[in-house]
């Protein structure tokens, strides 16, 4: 079955306290990306992925890393969390060839206190 | 930067009634896809317009490109309750900039 997994789907975690939300999946799509979802600003793109170790800022990108080693995966790294990065977290695939055309995970919820 | 504007921000219909929701961006898009979140959910891709005028239509749901490639919309038929959920778009320049979404509450 053709799917992105998100790890964790919840996290509480304290200001400061570096954290990795893990994306992974299995439709060898060249694109992914990451965008975070807040009441009444709607979908940003944080960071996105053409291909393996191609990697570019979106959004918002201020307070986040990625990495691109392999295909299949795109963590997305919170080095110093603070209490602004609370949100629902969603990583995003897609092809080469109709890289918007996106399928999503199941999310992430991210509580920072 | 580029913003894509959508409107409205929530709409409540009566079952069977119509519904359409406007994407407009401040630059020309490549294209523009639109996406469906039911209530807590994630995304589900709808569709992609590419060319200038492009009309497509998936059953009850018609999308439309406009002429300059600057705003589309979409609109349902007959809504139905499964139809419940926020639609975005999402406009194709670099970044991906989505709408903010509308807010559809259909009532039995």
């Known amino acids: 079955e053709a799917q992105v997994t998100q790890n964790p789907r919840y996290l509480i975690t304290v200001t400061g306290k570096k954290l990795t939300v893990t994306c992974s999946q299995n439709?060898?799509?060249?694109?992914m990306s990451w965008y975070r979802q807040d009441p009444g600003l709607g979908l940003r793109q944080i960071y996105y992925?053409?291909?393996?170790?191609?990697?570019d800022k979106g959004d918002v990108p201020e307070g986040y890393k990625v990495s691109r080693k392999e295909k299949r995966n795109f963590p997305l790294i919170l080095e110093s969390p603070s209490p602004n990065q609370t949100s629902l977290y969603f990583c995003?695939?897609?092809?080469?060839?109709?890289?918007?055309?996106?399928?999503f995970g199941p999310g992430t919820r991210l509580t920072v206190t | 930067g580029q913003q894509v504007m959508q409107i409205p921000q929530y709409q409540h219909v009566q079952e069977g009634e119509d519904f359409t929701t406007y994407c407009n961006s401040s630059t020309t898009l490549s294209n523009i896809q639109w996406y469906k979140q039911r209530p807590g959910g994630h995304p589900v891709f709808l569709i992609q317009?590419?060319?200038?005028?492009e009309v497509k239509k998936q059953k009850r749901l018609t999308f439309q490109f406009g002429e300059a490639k600057k705003n589309s919309s979409l609109h349902i038929t007959a809504t139905q309750t499964t139809d419940v959920g926020t639609y975005f778009c999402?406009?194709?320049?670099?970044?991906?900039?989505f709408g903010k979404g509308t807010r559809l509450s259909v009532i039995a």
């Open positions: 995003a695939t897609g092809t080469r060839l109709s890289p918007y055309e996106q399928y």
């Open positions: 439709m060898n799509h060249e694109y």
């Open positions: 999402a406009g194709q320049n670099t970044p991906l900039v």
């Open positions: 317009l590419v060319k200038s005028g």
């Open positions: 992925s053409m291909n393996v170790e191609v990697t």
